[in-house]
């Protein structure tokens, strides 16, 4: 599976950007679809993703600021962010999980994209 992420860059603080993810290959069905982000010095942590059954689960920290969608197809995943903070300065990755045709469960990963969020 390979995954396609684009959209990040650099804004001001309460501004807005929206990521962007692409996902081909073998991929049968999609068992969920999100973002990561990985700040300096911290680990990865999940931001939002949607689940199988199309629901939008978030982190606290971007609630009622960031809305992740997908396409009907479950090939498409973005990720608009509003209100950003410096806080959310990270880069961000894109995550599918999906079965492939040999029903093996894969979690594939994108290239990181940075967001950048001056003061």
């Known amino acids: 599976v390979q995954l396609q992420a684009s959209g990040g860059g650099l804004v001001q603080a309460g501004g807005s950007l929206r990521l962007s993810c692409t996902a081909s290959?073998?991929?049968?069905?999609?068992?969920?679809m999100g973002w990561y982000r990985q700040a300096p010095g911290k680990q990865r942590e999940l931001v939002a993703y949607i689940t199988s059954s199309g629901t939008p689960i978030y982190t606290e920290s971007v609630k009622g600021r960031f809305a992740i969608s997908k396409d009907n197809a479950w090939r498409r995943v973005d990720l608009q962010m509003n209100s950003l903070k410096s806080e959310d300065t990270a880069v961000y990755f894109c995550n599918v999980e999906s079965f492939g045709r040999d029903g093996v469960l894969v979690a594939s990963w994108g290239h990181g994209t940075q967001v950048t969020v001056s003061s």
């Open positions: 290959g073998d991929i049968f069905s999609v068992n969920n």
